[in-house]
Nanobody, 118 residues
């Protein structure tokens, strides 16, 4: 069992930046991928960004060029740098640690609120 704890959320004006952190209670190198998801009110949870154990990344089209995911295996921490934030980025952001060929198994954090004002 791994505990994931997100931090770094908050209220920011449109155009601003935030950096989210996800600290794991154990090693993250054993997971096939670490990711950030978000869920806005009334909407389904969606993948924002993912980074694999080899360092490959992929992003939702809506955040490409604005968000950057990274990982520090020594600190068992994953980051999401969010720049040029928009009101539509407002959501609860969740950290995810996944394994399995299709990432079908995962642990989730409790989420951190990001609110972008216009």
């Amino acid at each position: 069992q791994v505990q994931l704890v997100e931090s770094g959320g908050g209220l920011v004006q449109a155009g601003g930046s935030l950096r989210l952190s996800c600290a794991a209670s154990g090693s993250i190198v054993r997971f096939n991928a670490m990711g950030w998801y978000r869920q806005a009110p009334g909407k389904q949870r969606e993948l924002v960004a993912r980074i694999t154990s080899s360092g490959s990344t992929n992003y939702a089209d809506s955040v490409k060029g604005r968000f950057t995911i990274s990982r520090d295996n020594a600190k068992n921490t994953v980051y999401l740098q969010m720049n040029s934030l928009k009101p539509e980025d407002t959501a609860v952001y969740y950290c995810n640690a996944a394994w399995g060929a299709l990432y079908q198994y995962s642990y989730w954090g409790q989420g951190t609120q990001v609110t972008v004002s216009s």
